[in-house]
């Protein structure tokens, strides 16, 4: 297990057009975490999963984004009639924690979506 | 939700100077500060932590304080080599709540 794997690295899509993001978090971790990231501005919170349970979504969260973990292991983010205003780096990271303890975020690489 | 304030967001310093990059929060109940560096073109990545039961904390050349009355917290990078050139993020987060992030301080290490 080499950390959070996501793909496919690049996407490019016509505005309208849905996509599918795949994040693959570190084994041993149970929470899973969505984050959007626009040029040169910190990471957005979008959702958040303990297990296969989505515990908090951000307002951001609009209702053309769905964001699944069906089996509490890998996660999947879909964004139904893409808008160019969604073109960012889509970032999972995932971390190992019990009730207020954690341990910390491991970051994938990112998703970069480009709607044209 | 917190509320996470960050300057300066660009800092220039000469090699083997310190630098210092300063976050306000704004939610007391945040108990959990970690600090983040990201390269251009790759994923963030911790480079330090600090939970709110201690004031300082210091790994090698990088160290970061906490004072909770003010609700301000602290990187501090000394001995800077052109390698810590990047851009850092400071983030808060309360409980097993998500984290939220600062807008990034931009450090450039000048050889």
């Known amino acids: 297990d080499t950390g959070v794997s996501q793909d496919p690295r690049h996407k490019i899509t016509k505005r309208g057009q849905n996509v599918t993001f795949r994040c693959d978090p570190i084994?041993?971790?149970?929470?899973l975490y969505w984050y959007r990231q626009t040029l040169g501005q910190g990471p957005e919170f979008l959702t958040y999963?303990?297990?296969?349970?989505?515990?908090?979504k951000s307002r951001l969260l609009s209702d053309r984004f769905s964001a699944e973990r069906p089996k509490g292991s890998f996660s999947t983010l879909e964004i139904q009639r893409t808008e160019q205003g969604d073109s960012a780096m889509y970032l999972c990271?995932?971390?190992?924690?019990?009730?207020?303890?954690?341990?910390?975020?491991?970051f994938g690489s990112g998703t970069r979506l480009t709607v044209v | 939700g917190e509320n996470v304030e960050q300057h300066p967001s660009t800092l220039s310093v000469q090699e083997g100077d310190s630098a210092v990059i300063k976050c306000t929060y704004s939610?007391?109940?945040?108990?959990?500060f970690p600090w983040y560096k990201q390269e251009l073109g790759k994923r963030p990545q911790l480079i330090i932590d600090?939970?709110?039961?201690?004031g300082e904390k210091k790994d090698q050349r990088i160290a970061v304080t906490l004072n909770k009355t003010a609700k301000h917290f602290s990187l501090h990078i000394t001995e800077t080599q052109p390698e810590d050139s990047a851009v850092y993020f400071c983030?808060?987060?309360?409980?097993?709540?998500?984290?939220?992030f600062g807008t990034g301080t931009r450090l450039t290490v000048i050889p």
């Open positions: 990271a995932s971390s190992r924690g019990q009730g207020k303890l954690d341990y910390g975020y491991t």
């Open positions: 084994s041993e971790h149970n929470r």
């Open positions: 999963f303990q297990n296969e349970a989505q515990l908090e």
């Open positions: 939610d007391s109940a945040s108990n959990y």
């Open positions: 600090i939970r709110s039961n201690v």
């Open positions: 983030a808060a987060r309360m409980g097993a709540n998500n984290l939220f």
